[in-house]
C-alpha cells in the first residue's frame, strides 16, 4: 500500500511559488510528525521542514522564510507552501511521516515515504 502521495510539484521561474500536498493513508496521520525532504542532481537527501503532532515547526536554514510547512489533520494532509523560489531548490521533493517522536531534519527514523513530486525552478 502506498501510504503516502505528493502532489503539486511544477516548473516555475525564480521567485515564483509552488505549493506541495502530501495526502497519507492508513496511518493514524495525527500521531506521525511529518516532514518535506528534497534530493537535487548530484546532492544527498535533505531534510526540508518537519512538523510535529502539535505542530510545531522546523526549517533547514536554506529555507527559513521562504517556506512553510503545515498540516490538516481531518484531511491527514501535510502541505509545503515554497515562496520565492530559487534554481537551488530544483530537487526531488518527498513526504515522509515518523512515529518516533524525536524524529526531525535526518531521514533516518521516518518509517514511510512518498515517491516524490519535482520541482523545477528556471532562472
Known amino acids: 500500500a502506498q501510504h503516502l502521495v505528493e502532489s503539486g510539484g511544477g516548473s516555475v521561474q525564480t521567485g515564483g511559488s509552488l505549493k506541495l500536498s502530501c495526502k497519507a493513508s492508513?496511518?493514524?496521520?495525527?500521531?506521525?510528525?511529518m516532514a518535506w525532504f528534497r534530493q537535487g542532481p548530484g546532492h544527498e537527501r535533505e531534510g526540508v521542514a518537519m512538523i510535529d503532532t502539535d505542530g510545531r515547526a522546523t526549517y533547514a536554514d536554506s529555507v527559513k522564510g521562504r517556506f512553510t510547512i503545515s498540516r490538516d489533520n481531518a484531511k491527514s494532509t501535510v502541505y509545503l507552501q515554497m515562496n520565492s523560489l530559487k534554481p537551488e531548490d530544483t530537487a526531488m521533493y518527498s513526504c515522509a511521516a515518523a512515529a518516533w517522536r524525536g524524529a526531525s531534519l535526518s531521514p533516518v527514523p521516518y518509517n514511510y515515504w512518498g515517491q516524490g513530486t519535482q520541482v523545477t525552478v528556471s532562472s
Open positions: 492508513e496511518l493514524t496521520f495525527s500521531t506521525y510528525r
